[in-house]
């Protein structure tokens, strides 16, 4: 009888506890809270890094896939592919950059190349994206760029 007594009791409290409300500002912080979402891959040995960050925004339907190789015992080239196809309402920043991997005499890496973007507003985005040690990767471009 006991046991049941104490047990009626403890779930008295729990249920009073699960009950009661939050503090205000536990509202007030969720509310002011800013949507964030934020990826950065880096491939050394191909010298190449990227990133693709999305904030304040109102929807994000995202669909990234990365390939990241070392190219290691020369059984592929070090290349990091991005394949970005995403729908957003708010802000975007994609930026990436390539360095040559091996250092110069001072003990710095040259930037090789660098692209930065940012976006504000409702837009899709759709890009391929490949940085690679070298430019003996197989397959061809759908698009030139004019010369």
């Known amino acids: 009888m006991r046991k049941i007594i104490l047990f009626l009791v403890i779930m008295i409290v729990m249920t009073v ?3 009661a409300e939050l503090p205000s500002s536990f509202y007030k912080a969720m509310n002011t809270m800013k949507n964030e979402e934020v990826l950065c891959v880096k491939n050394y040995y191909a010298g190449a ?4 960050s999305y904030t304040d925004f109102q929807s994000l339907d995202k669909d990234t896939v ?10 592929s080239n070090a290349v990091l592919q991005a394949s970005i196809n995403s729908l957003v309402v708010g802000n975007a920043h994609l930026g990436w950059q390539s360095v040559n991997p091996y250092q110069d005499i001072k003990g710095r890496h040259a930037v090789l190349s660098r692209n930065e973007e940012n976006l504000t507003g409702a ?3 759709e890009k391929f994206i490949q940085l690679a040690l070298n430019s003996t990767l197989g ?8 010369s």
């Open 17 to 19: 506890l699960t009950a």
């Open 49 to 52: 890094s990227f990133t693709e």
């Open 66 to 75: 990365m390939v990241s190789r070392s190219g290691e015992n020369n059984s």
């Open 123 to 125: 837009f899709s985005i």
């Open 139 to 146: 397959g061809t471009s759908e698009w030139l760029p004019c």
